[in-house]
């Protein structure tokens, strides 16, 4: 054991409230149903004493570890998995991990580990990821044991610590009528949570109606959310039902509030003020509706800018933070294998997940997970969700999956510096430098950028570490990726109604920006009004 002195944590305790302990968290394991198991390893009160850090050792035979549940699911147990001891122990403010073994190696946050490195509370606060052979995939880092643990909610997989906050708030406000407004970067599962909000509250059983606010032009607008009847204006030949009165006595979620325009905010606040609303060419009426926003905006900056009305900010009473993947990578291993269980499930291929001989290798290389956790994921889950389906393709009917060029180039960090928080670009995944990548890059790469960017193009260019003009010069006249001018109006609205008025959908469907579809439909009312 060396200078290290061996002690078990008490972070198990279940005396209620919570605490704070450095663990581990299973991210790839021979055995594909231990993903997500976690062992609490040292307490945050673990200090130092007399120069010796209290420390703990790891290997397939101890620690126990538990399941997500918190059930005891005993220690890591596979032949595959060494004997040789990883002993991690506090050191300063962060950790000293130790391995003396020579074979299968070890490597830390992509490099190799020979004897000891010691981890900065930088690290430690990201999380480290620990490849132990080929098969074991560990996420070392802080968590935070909430008791009771905060019951599940349909669609959210993860049981980070910022996870289990997110699902203590969804219980907290979902059986209250407060408008709730949802904050988080593009990708995160917005919506899901509002969903979850819903199917929680006391207007479960009631309608549930999701909009994309922000692609309703202002011209539209007051039929679109609160219908108009027959007659009213040119082409009203019938009476339409909008989504308010869609909503009555259930949810109305409104995506991308922070992008609708100044008109139309102005009329959301006075049904959401009031509780009223007047279809065009009728009457006032009642409405019960309970209202949840979501946005990737910053309002505040807006409300400074006078692009944002402050009274409408104001109506929201709850605000929701949903967590970007990168800070709660410790959900990354669980994450992946669901949505690629999914996946594999709808192309008859589930099976290939499932557990098999401990003497077999899994499905699934431990390093590739290991690649996937030190991604900093711009495009959060939607952008996992993405490279699980291209997994998945490129593996059918493999015993064992292959990792080519295409799926390591598809999580490839850009060339800038990544931010400290969770920002981890280790030696196997530095960035080719903007000048020589330029001409690396394939059709399928630029593609599989602007997917990961919702074909936002400037965003595309500094993922792929090009400039904005190369980006533009590979499209130009590109089969592939099209501008929205240059796509037939009947083209538009056949993808706008296949799905049901959703623009983001449609033009994802199109291949590109909500932005660019929203300007161009806005175009098109305009001509034929």
């Not at 990737?296 to 006078?306: F, I, M, N, Y």
């Not at 970007?324 to 291993?333: C, S």
Request: hydrophobic share 40%.
């Amino acid at each position: 054991m060396g200078e290290f002195e061996t002690t078990l944590s008490s972070a198990t305790a279940t005396d209620g409230g919570s605490r704070r302990c450095v663990a581990a968290r299973v991210l790839a394991h021979p055995d594909p149903r231990r993903v997500g198991d976690f062992a609490p390893l040292l307490d945050a009160e673990a200090d130092a004493d007399a120069g010796r850090a209290r420390s703990v050792v790891l290997n397939r035979l101890v620690p126990d570890f538990r399941t997500a549940a918190g059930a005891l699911a005993g220690p890591l147990a596979s032949s595959r998995i060494t004997r040789n001891p990883l002993e991690i122990g506090r050191f300063d403010d962060g950790l000293r991990i130790h391995y003396a073994g020579a074979s299968p190696g070890v490597e830390i946050n992509g490099s190799p580990l020979r004897g000891d490195r010691v981890m900065s509370a930088g690290e430690v606060r990201d999380g480290v990821i620990v490849l132990i052979g080929r098969d074991l995939v560990l996420w070392i880092g802080w968590l935070e044991l909430i008791e009771p643990a905060p019951a599940p909610v349909m669609g959210l997989v993860g049981e980070s610590s910022v996870m289990r906050r997110l699902r203590q708030q969804i219980h907290r406000v979902a059986d209250l009528d407060v408008p709730v407004l949802l904050r988080g970067e593009t990708g995160v599962g917005k919506e899901l949570v509002a969903t979850a909000i819903h199917k929680l509250s006391r207007r479960a059983t009631s309608s549930y109606v999701a909009v994309n606010v922000a692609g309703v032009p202002p011209t539209m607008a007051a039929s679109e959310l609160f219908g108009h009847r027959r007659g009213a204006f040119t082409g009203a030949s019938e009476e339409r039902k909008g989504y308010f009165s869609q909503a009555d006595g259930g949810t109305l979620f409104l995506d991308e509030i922070g992008d609708v325009s100044f008109e139309v905010q102005a009329l959301l606040l006075r049904a959401v003020q009031e509780g009223v609303i007047q279809p065009v060419g009728g009457t006032i009426k009642k409405v019960d509706v309970r209202l949840v926003a979501a946005t990737d905006s910053d309002l505040e900056s807006a409300v400074a800018r006078r692009e944002f009305r402050e009274p409408l900010l104001r109506r929201f009473s709850y605000e929701i933070h949903v967590p970007p993947l990168r800070v709660r990578r410790d959900d990354i291993g669980v994450l992946f294998f669901h949505l690629l269980r999914e996946r594999m499930s709808s192309m008859g291929e589930g099976h290939r997940l499932a557990t098999g001989s401990d003497a077999a290798e899994p499905f699934v290389p431990g390093r590739y997970v290991a690649l996937l956790a030190m991604y900093h994921w711009p495009g959060n889950v939607r952008e996992l969700a993405n490279v699980a389906l291209k997994f998945a393709i490129e593996n059918r009917g493999l015993a064992r999956a292959r990792i080519g060029d295409e799926l390591r180039q598809i999580i490839r960090p850009r060339s800038e510096t990544v931010p400290s928080e969770g920002g981890i670009v280790p030696p196997l995944l530095s960035a080719t430098p903007p000048e020589s990548r330029s001409e690396e890059l394939t059709d399928t790469q630029i593609l599989a950028a602007l997917e990961a960017e919702g074909f936002r193009r400037e965003r595309a260019a500094k993922r792929l570490g090009i400039s904005k003009s190369y980006l533009y010069r590979r499209l130009d006249g590109s089969a592939v990726v099209r501008r929205a001018q240059d796509i037939p109006v009947a083209e538009i609205r056949s993808a706008i109604a296949s799905c049901s008025g959703d623009l983001a959908a449609a033009a994802e469907r199109l291949h590109i920006s909500a932005r660019a579809l929203r300007l161009q439909f806005r175009r098109l009312q305009a001509e034929t009004s």
